[in-house]
């Protein structure tokens, strides 16, 4: 009786959409679209997850892109987080010290004609080495433990370095403190030291010199050098209390040491008592025009731990010298507008730095959904939306201001921001409540949405297409050089931290290995321009750069996009810089590279040319280059515009990827009339009426 009343309600509420006045069939050029899922593995393991038993009753699943990092070579790297926790039983808190696994990865090549035909391969070795032999006891307290999960690169920050390997700093070693019996105990997370650099070339890890601090959720930023700075983190999570000399002073709180790591030599140094500064777990750090790292009163609100006493101090933005080594507070952001939901620190919410131009005198991030203040937070997030301008003077002061947006179209809680190279940014994924604080009780955000910029330092929030799968807790979204977007990810803490399980009507509960293909609306605008290939794929600073295309007259810009390395809403590197064009004649576009390095720090770079179209900028294919480094000898090989496929590059209006595998999506715009909000109020009781009559609450998979 129940399932043919779940059945009834289903198809009311479906009839009541369809009825809709203003319902209508999906317009790609307006809302983009999404690929069908797909994943490793596809024919062989069951469901999102791709979990098969061990002959001991655990589970070994396939990992979940919850760190991605958009490799020069055209692959993208990727690895898990919280590997494991399918084998729970009962209580996270009280098992995961024994249970929860060293993290592994993957390097995927996208087949774009046919996703699911791509290819996967693990690096060597498969979760970063890091510890292989287990800890013994650690200097701040840790007892020796299994070496199954004493080096996960979980929670580590990861960026690429100017010869375009991958550095990532930190992670999490796994055990419990006290231990009361076998696999039983309270669990502890510690930072790691330890730094791991990834090889395309080999595809393979080794180690680097370690820093001076255990960091989980630590931050990087690439200085203008090509030197990283480190800042944040905690060195024990659960119980932050230490008695050495060394680590006692960060007790009850996070990190407060900044380090510098020198690239040649593979070595951390302590940036001294003025570089100290309390910061947020993943604190969200750009590199500014003037070479300074900007905190934007943002980071990680995980509650109930990870807090720190000094909090109230990260409502203020401020900027950190690397010259002087020392901060300087900027004021807190929103200060004087009378919307509270725009004023000091944003909790897991993304920060990104919005298009640099000519002159590079200011720079603007945009920052929008997440949940209000510090510890204890607001549980639920804002739709809340806002830019922070910081602009440097002409006697090198820095001042900031901040403007509020249009808001989103759903308040998100971990939603995932893109740039695109037509400068909107896409947001993704997330959820309706802080999957932190009680996980698995909200409802997952499907639905895309996009930021147009409206010129005058605002600017507006539209719906997009809607993905597939539930991506919530550690989610990710990063650029490719096609234009598309690869999302993935949804690695979620286990149901209100007792065990993996999905509750009725709420969010998927299980790891999801699968990822999809954004389409954004500019590639159904019309016929893309084309990059006929680059004499040099190395930039030099201050030099001039020769562009053939076959669409010169019609190019409007010229975009260098950072190639992307995102972990829990934070990329320290990403930006996108605008350069001057100084000629559009003779079939090329002529364009000059910025000779300040703060504004273009050494390394990878996507080049995207902009086509003007009445419906907007259509971006090109990128070419990958490097900028103030030697191109890779993968690339100096490469004639083509980008080790990027074919059926995108040619001239046609929309990818093969949207005709064959885009999913018919439910109407995401206009007005909301009685059938459709009948329709609506009739499937939300179908829902919970179907999942309890059909759902097994424990399952370590789920389907696609």
């Known amino acids: 009786m129940r399932k043919t009343l779940a059945v009834f309600i289903t198809a009311v509420g479906v009839l009541g959409l369809v009825l809709a006045p203003g319902a209508h069939a999906d317009d790609p050029a307006k809302l983009g679209s999404f690929s069908s899922p797909f994943r490793e593995d596809a024919f062989k393991r069951p469901g999102t997850a791709g979990c098969v038993a061990r002959p001991d009753g655990t589970f070994d699943c396939l990992p979940a892109a919850a760190s991605s990092v958009g490799l020069p070579t055209g692959k993208v790297l990727y690895w898990n ?56 006891i650690s200097d701040v307290g840790a007892p020796s433990d299994p070496a199954i999960n004493d080096g996960a690169l979980f929670c580590s920050d990861q960026v690429i370095l100017s010869n375009g390997k991958v550095l990532a700093a930190g992670g999490t070693d796994y055990y419990e403190d006290p231990k009361i019996a076998d696999g039983v105990g309270v669990s502890e997370l510690e930072g790691l030291k330890n730094t791991r650099i990834y090889d395309p070339v080999t595809n393979t890890w ?12 630590p931050s990087l930023v690439t200085l203008p050098n090509g030197n990283l700075v480190v800042a944040g983190g905690v060195t024990k999570l659960l119980k932050p209390v230490y008695t050495d000399a060394h680590d006692m002073p960060n007790s009850g709180g996070n990190v407060r040491n900044t380090e510098t790591y020198d690239t040649a030599a593979g070595t951390w140094t302590d940036n001294g008592a003025g570089g100290q500064k309390s910061l947020p777990l993943f604190p969200r750090l750009h590199l500014l025009p003037d070479g300074h790292v900007y905190f934007d009163a943002a980071g990680q609100a995980f509650n109930p731990a990870g807090e720190d006493y000094m909090e109230l101090f990260w409502n203020n933005a401020s900027s950190y010298d690397p010259t002087s080594k020392t901060w300087t507070d900027l004021g807190i952001p929103g200060f004087g507008i009378p919307d509270l939901t725009q004023v000091g620190f944003r909790g897991s919410t993304f920060s990104v730095a919005l298009p640099l131009a000519p002159p590079y005198d200011s720079e603007s991030f945009l920052s929008a959904g997440g949940v209000l203040f510090p510890t204890p937070g607001s549980y639920l997030p804002v739709a809340s939306s806002r830019i922070n301008t910081v602009k440097i003077g002409s006697d090198g002061k ?116 699968s990822l999809e293909l954004f389409n954004p609306p500019y590639l159904s605008r019309g016929d893309r321009p084309v990059i006929r290939g680059l004499g040099d794929r190395s930039l030099s600073y201050g030099g001039a750069v020769t562009i053939p295309t076959p669409d010169a007259a019609s190019i409007k810009k010229v975009v260098l996009v950072r190639n992307p390395a995102i972990t829990h809403l934070v990329d320290g590197d990403q930006r996108t810089v605008e350069l001057s064009i100084t000629s559009t004649d003779g079939g090329n576009v002529k364009v000059s590279v910025p000779a300040n390095k703060a504004v273009l720090p050494p390394g990878p770079y996507m080049l995207f040319i902009d086509k003007g179209s009445d419906k907007g900028l259509i971006p090109s294919v990128a070419a990958q280059v490097f900028v103030g480094a030697p191109a890779p000898t993968y690339l100096r090989a490469e004639s083509a515009s980008a080790p990027t496929p074919a059926v995108l590059g040619a001239r046609q209006s929309r990818p093969d990827t949207v005709a064959a595998a885009s999913g018919a999506q439910l109407p995401a715009t206009g007005p909301v009339s009685w059938p459709a909000a009948v329709g609506l109020a009739m499937l939300l009781v179908a829902l919970p009426l179907r999942r309890v009559g059909s759902r097994v609450a424990a399952r370590p998979h789920g389907r696609i």
Do not use: C
């Not at 690869?486 to 969010?507: C, D, R, W």
């Open 81 to 136: 987080a919280l590997e494991g926790t399918e084998d729970i039983q009962l209580n996270t808190v009280v098992e995961a010290g024994d249970r929860i696994l060293n993290d592994h990865g993957r390097v995927l090549g996208i087949d774009f004609a046919n996703p699911a035909g791509s290819t996967w391969t693990e690096p060597s070795p498969g979760d970063g080495g890091a510890n292989p032999s287990g800890n013994t």
């Open 206 to 217: 080794a180690q680097s010199g370690a820093m001076n601090y255990g960091r989980w959720y």
């Open 398 to 513: 820095e001042s900031l201001t901040t403007t509020p947006t249009g808001s989103m179209t759903q308040a998100r809680w971990y939603s995932t921001a893109v740039v695109l190279p037509d400068e909107t940014v896409a947001a993704f994924s997330g959820a309706s409540a802080d999957d932190v604080d009680l996980p698995g009780l909200g409802m997952a955000i499907k639905q895309a949405e996009l930021f147009t910029p409206d010129g005058k330092g605002g600017g507006t929030w539209t719906p997009l297409a809607t993905a597939h799968q539930d991506r919530t807790y550690h989610n990710t979204a990063i650029l490719l050089p096609t234009g598309q977007v690869l999302v993935a990810g949804h690695a979620p803490i286990p149901n209100s931290y007792t065990k993996q399980m999905t509750l009725p009507g709420f969010e998927n509960n299980f790891r999801d290995a």
